[in-house]
């Protein structure tokens, strides 16, 4: 059973920075392709960054070139590091697999919030 846990959220003020992390278990991580999702309240669930099991990156449009997704196969883990953060950035953010290719059960996810 795959198993996701979020983590690095928190408060923070516009322009402030957040590093996220997310660890899976139960997979075979290095084969998949990874994304960051998140879902402010009254909103549907967006992808925020997706990363391929080699590691190339592509980003939505509104986060590029303030968000960094990485990931470290050892330790099966995929990051996101949110540069530059806006009030709109505020959500909770979940990883999951690529969602083109399908979908494990969401995990918690870690909220970030605006502090303005």
């Known amino acids: 059973q795959v198993q996701l846990v979020e983590s690095g959220g928190g408060l923070v003020q516009p322009g402030g920075s957040l590093g996220l992390s997310c660890t899976a278990s139960?997979?075979?991580?290095?084969?998949?392709?990874m994304g960051w999702y998140r879902q402010a309240p009254g909103k549907q669930r967006e992808l925020v960054a997706r990363?391929?099991?080699?590691?190339?990156?592509n980003y939505a449009n509104f986060v590029k070139g303030r968000f960094t997704i990485s990931r470290d196969n050892a330790k099966k883990m995929v990051y996101l590091q949110m540069n530059g953060l806006q009030p709109e950035d505020a959500a909770v953010y979940y990883c999951n697999r690529d969602q083109r290719f399908g979908s494990w059960d969401w995990g918690q996810g870690t909220q970030d919030t605006d502090s303005s």
């Open positions: 139960g997979i075979i991580f290095s084969i998949y392709a």
């Open positions: 990363i391929s099991s080699s590691g190339t990156t």
